[in-house]
Structures are given as C-alpha cells and as structure tokens.
C-alpha cells in the first residue's frame, strides 16, 4: 500500500489585532487544522507553519486608545453597534470566544510591532503572541494601544517582558510592520482575515471551518 506523502501547509494570514473577525478566523483555522490532522488519510504526518502579517483596518485611529463603543458609535451610529455586537457575541460563542467590546482602540502598528518581536523568536511564538493580543483586547477590555498591554500579552505568550519594553521604546519592527502594510494593500487586499495556503489558495473572512478543510484537501492534491 503506498503512503500519502507528507505534506507541510505555508499559511500567511493578513489580521489587524482590532478585528473581531480575525479572531474569529483564527480560532477556526485551529479548529480545522485539529480536524484535518485527525480525520484527513495522511493529516497526521502534514505540518502546518502559520505566519501573520499586518494590516490596518482602521489607518484613522488615534495613536492613543479611545473606548470602543464610542469609535464605533461615531462610525455606524449607535443602533447598528448594538446590532453588530450582539450578532458578534452569539458568533464566537461557539469559537470559546466572549466579546466584551469594552477596551479601548486605536492605532495597532505597536501591537504589530510585538507580533513582529514574536516571529524573532519562531512561528509558534507568534502565534501565541497573536492568540493573547486577541485576548487581551477582546475579552479583558485592554487597550490595544497600552505598552502595559503589550508586555502582558507578549510575556504570556513567553517573552521577556524587559526584551519587550526595549524593543517597544525602541522602535523596532516598524519598518517591517511598514512594508508588509503597503505589499497587502498592493497586492489588493481591502478586508481581513485574509488566509493565503501555499501561496495558491485562499480563505477570505472568517469562514466556517470546512471551508478551511476544502481548502487543505485542494492544496494536498496540489503539492
């Protein structure tokens, strides 16, 4: 019997921290990922490396945070926020995820430093650190644009908090965070999440896990 070759899974995620539904997306993606690598022929032995990259859904945020609710009061007009809020509470609860929408908001290209600061260290690291900044800022009502904030999620995540502040007082990673914005917004992309596979396939939005799964079998057959 012949075995399925192995096969290792490129995935770029474009995100910004501020994005509901980039956390959303993210928290299915690991959902899929799991179901593949149980279920799928094969899916045990393929790897998955997970890479993240910046976007500014917002580039008008002030540099420092203002409360949620009233960025987005001015921007939709406050029915519709609770609209929206509502509908977005009752989607991540089946993703683990409790929306509080009572943080503050606002330029993110300091978070996107951090996750700069993470990848430094390995995939798996920023990852984790994306995971805490998500939660930090969603579900524990911070400041997105808090060095406070910042240090917490990335020491959480397994960085030296004094490596962290240095590497925030610092400036490091904008120029990085700088040029990765400006390939997406060439390259088109308008919203996030937006998940390239193998450079070839892709999930735009936080899509239901077997739309991940469809995906991962077309670029099985692919490789």
Not at 3 to 18: A, E, G, Q, Y
Not at 137 to 148: A, C, V
């Amino acid at each position: 019997m012949k075995l399925p070759k192995m096969t290792n899974f490129n995935i770029k995620v474009i995100s910004d921290p501020i994005c509901p539904f980039c956390y959303l997306g993210k928290k299915r993606l690991d959902k899929a990922i799991d179901v593949y690598k149980r279920v799928y022929p094969g899916g045990a032995n393929d790897t998955f490396t997970v890479s993240w990259s910046p976007f500014y859904l917002d580039p008008s945020l002030p540099k420092h945070g203002v409360p949620v609710q009233q960025r987005m009061a001015e921007r939709f007009g406050a029915d519709r926020v609770e609209f929206m809020q509502n509908r977005l509470r009752m989607m991540g609860q089946p993703d683990g995820i409790n929306f509080t929408f009572s943080g503050k908001i606002g330029n993110t290209r300091d978070a996107h430093r951090l996750i700069q600061l993470g990848k430094t260290k390995g995939i798996e690291t920023q990852n984790r650190v994306v995971t805490e900044l998500f939660r930090g800022y969603f579900e524990e009502s911070g400041d997105i644009t808090s060095h406070d904030l910042l240090t917490s999620a990335g020491e959480k995540a397994g960085l030296d908090p004094a490596e962290i502040k240095k590497w925030l007082a610092e400036g490091k990673g904008g120029q990085e965070v700088d040029r990765e914005v400006d390939l997406a917004y060439r390259a088109g992309i308008q919203g996030v999440p937006n998940f390239t596979i193998n450079d070839k396939f892709t999930v735009d939005g936080a899509q239901d896990v077997q739309v991940f799964l469809e995906e991962f079998v077309k670029a099985k057959d692919a490789a």
